[in-house]
């Protein structure tokens, strides 16, 4: 089998020794003679590990007492609508920051549970730029201010953590959670479909203040419903448990990694050396975003000449570099450079891309 260097935006890399352990445990995991997918989640072997995974994460992130950690299913998409739904009335306004593809669509699913007052757009940008805080207009009476911390399409990150006042902040973390330090205390609720920087897809993983499971703001059905996952630790229904199980290895990998400051730093190196080939190629390649607003996870470039992208693609994949297609918004390519990214695939694509440069002219 030959090496190759996964680029792809999610689902996307996974770290390689979440992999062969999970391998090696497939058909025998805790001793049990059968796989950890074939266990009961009711057992006594998976509720233990289950209760492991949190304590790991917990441990990792410094998460505070007064937050629930759940394990959901649905995808970020389902929480677009499930979000307003737990956290706010049909009257209630929830501010929305729209700074790219998915806030937009965070906004516009909510827009049938609650009245969205978007405080915040950088559409008319192109959402190639952040908008700043000082520009943000919030209502002081909204159930929540919804943010994107990185946007994955358009390759754009808030560094800080914008400061709300009171009202609790609510971010889609699906594309940088745990890509280095979290302070949650900051934050009301934080949710991340797993396939970026977790596991597999169809896990969602969600870190919210108790007080805020407390609110009942509309009759619901109990599965939609945090509250009721939050007292069945996340058990209401058969969770995704090899999703479970694959997020658990992981912060077991992160843990060994030096944890999220370490993986911050090394985060912050991967993406630098990109940017620094890109801006360094003479205008060969080019980053379309507000340099303030560049992201540490997803890097798009185009090419001086799209008629090249075509060679580009095809040669960087025989090269072992996979999934460099970027989004159809903005056309050209997109690096993905999650956690389970090693700094080699960054220093194999930059020098790929040196070579393309140098033979295509
Ligand atoms: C990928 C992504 C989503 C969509 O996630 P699903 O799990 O497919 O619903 C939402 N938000 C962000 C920021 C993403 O990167």
Known sequence: ??????????????PRPVLERAQRELL?????????????HRGKRFVAMAAQVEADLRELAAIPADYAVLFLQGGATQHFAQIPMN??????????????HWGAKAASEAAAYVRVNVAASSQADG??????????????????????????????EYR??????GVPLVADMSSSILSGPLDVSRFGLVYAGAQKNIGPSGLVLMIVRRDLLQRAPRPMAKIFRYAEYAAADSMLNTPNTWGWYLAGLTFQWLKEQGGLAAMGERNRAKA?????????????????????????????????????????????EAAGLMALKGHKALGGMRASLYNAVPPEAVDALV??????AARHG
């Open 127 to 156: 959402y190639l730029r952040l908008p700043p805080r000082a520009e943000w207009r919030l209502d002081p009476n909204a159930a929540y201010v919804h943010y994107t911390p990185n946007e994955t399409i358009h390759g754009v």
């Open 272 to 316: 630098e050396r990109l940017y620094a080939a890109i801006d360094g190629s003479g205008g060969y390649y080019r980053n379309p975003v507000d340099p303030a607003a560049r992201s540490r996870m997803n890097v798009p470039f185009t090419l001086h000449d799209s008629a090249l992208d075509a060679d580009f693609l095809r040669e960087s």
């Open 87 to 100: 956290l706010a009335g049909e009257g209630d306004v929830a501010d929305y920051v729209v700074n790219g």
């Open 28 to 40: 025998d995991w805790d001793g049990s003679g059968m796989s950890v997918m074939e266990q009961s």
């Open 160 to 165: 800080d953590v914008p400061e709300v006042g």
């Open 1 to 14: 089998m030959t090496q190759v260097w996964n680029f792809s935006a999610g689902p996307a890399a996974l």
């Open 351 to 356: 020098a790929f891309m040196r070579d393309f």
